[in-house]
């Protein structure tokens, strides 16, 4: 067994977490509140992260819980490129040809007004026209609304077929028939979020990724193995820009109750901050665990759906939890926006819901220690 990280890794840890704190956190706070999408910093970060198809996840890890120390949102950013891989893998050419740009995020269009948590739901339509198909439907959460192309779920079989008869394309930004609603979101708001219109919009055959028609019988695979294989690992991801976030607020915390005096002695001293941040310190050393488990197992091309179910539930919860509790030993300013903890708490508070809520990772552990014959209602 070996926890430890390489010298390699720990030398490349320091030299993310010197870019985060001196490239991205002077600029957190601003660039939210005017919604500045951080194009110039993706390029750079994009180094720290490496190519779609050639991610090494645990280092990708690393860079991601580190640069969220200086900004969550280009953690965000770092996590879907890194976690978006299986995504990549089989879809390079339909998709690579859409992006010329230097933003090179992918969108992912699969929430729908009828179909958040229960993605067999999903209403949006593949019709087959000549030997391609014409999409009509709505996407109502899709991040990186910005981004030159998106990878749109459908349905190409009967309502009735559940996940099995949906399909993935890969749209290009400039389709004609799309249009684009952004939300006015609590926080991460350098990465726009919001809505996406299908309005007969048509797709080359080449450029369906997933799926076949209602009657192949590749159709059973589905798109949504690949899904899952991105959502088991991004779930690693999710969790370690809460702990990177997190983790810095903590540091920051002890620094400050070191310093800041109340009747005669530093804050430190008494049990009601000291605890506080003892315990939160066990649960994010846990926490961070268990993501580099998950992520270590993904190496291996193993099973980590547990890993990621686990982290997925209790990390972006119990980070909310303590950065609620370092607002408070902090004080009134603590609460204002002249520092980053209120920022942090916005941030982290939308990676309970993002990519599953709770209760729906809570159902995939429940399947996993029960069978599907106890499955719980
Ligand atoms: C920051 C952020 C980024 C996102 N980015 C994207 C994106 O890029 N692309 C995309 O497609 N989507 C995205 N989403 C959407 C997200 O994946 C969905 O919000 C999520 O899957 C839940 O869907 P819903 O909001 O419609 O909730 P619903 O499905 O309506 O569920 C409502 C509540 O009921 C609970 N519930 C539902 N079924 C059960 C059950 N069987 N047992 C117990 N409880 C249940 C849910 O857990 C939830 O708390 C994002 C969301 C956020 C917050």
Redesign the pocket.
Do not use: E, F, H, N
């Given at each position: 067994m070996e926890f430890g990280f390489t010298a390699d890794q720990q030398e490349f840890r320091q030299r993310v977490r010197e870019f985060a704190l001196k490239e991205l956190l002077p600029g957190y706070l601003e660039r939210d509140r005017t919604r500045t999408y951080p194009l110039d910093l993706q390029v750079r970060i994009r180094e720290f992260i490496g190519r779609p198809t050639e991610v090494d996840f645990i280092r990708s890890g690393i860079a991601v819980e580190e640069l969220a120390r200086g900004d969550l949102s280009c953690a965000f950013w770092g996590e879907a490129a890194a976690g978006s891989s299986p995504l990549y893998s089989g879809a390079e050419s339909s998709l690579g040809k859409y992006i010329t740009g230097d933003n090179d995020q992918v969108?992912?269009?699969?929430?729908e007004p009828e179909a958040?948590?229960?993605l067999g739901g999903i209403r949006t339509t593949a019709r087959p026209e000549g030997d391609g198909w014409v999409l009509d439907g709505e996407?109502n959460?899709?991040?990186?609304l910005n981004a030159p192309a998106f990878i749109v779920f459908a349905r190409t079989g009967e309502p009735g077929d559940g996940w099995r008869g949906v399909s993935a394309f890969a749209v290009p930004r400039t389709a004609n028939g799309l249009e684009f609603e952004e939300f006015d979101d609590l926080g991460?708001r350098s990465i726009p979020?919001g809505v996406v219109r299908l309005h007969g919009v048509r797709v080359p055959p080449e450029d369906q990724l997933w799926g076949g028609r209602g009657d192949d019988p590749s159709h059973r695979a589905g798109p949504f193995r690949h899904m899952l294989e991105f959502f088991n690992t991004n779930k690693a991801y999710i969790g370690l820009m809460s702990i990177g976030a997190t983790q810095q607020t903590l540091d920051e915390i002890i620094e400050y109750a070191k310093r800041r005096e109340a009747y005669g002695r530093p804050i430190a001293r008494y049990q009601g901050v000291a605890f506080p941040v003892a315990e939160a310190a066990t649960y994010l050393e846990m926490a961070r665990l268990l993501c580099y488990k998950a992520l270590w197992l993904r190496q291996q091309n193993a099973d980590h759906q547990l890993e990621g179910a686990m982290a997925k539930w209790f990390i972006p919860k119990k980070c909310v939890e303590i950065l609620n509790d370092c607002m408070v030993i902090r004080g009134h300013l603590g609460y204002s926006e002249s520092l980053p903890i209120a920022q942090r708490l916005r941030d982290v508070a939308?990676?309970q819901?993002?990519?599953?809520?709770?209760?729906?990772q809570k159902?995939m552990i429940s399947r996993r220690l029960f069978g599907r014959d106890f499955e719980p209602m």
């Open positions: 969108g992912l269009a699969l929430t958040g948590a229960d996407k959460s899709v991040s990186y991460c979020r939308g990676w819901i993002g990519d599953g809520p709770p209760q729906i159902l």
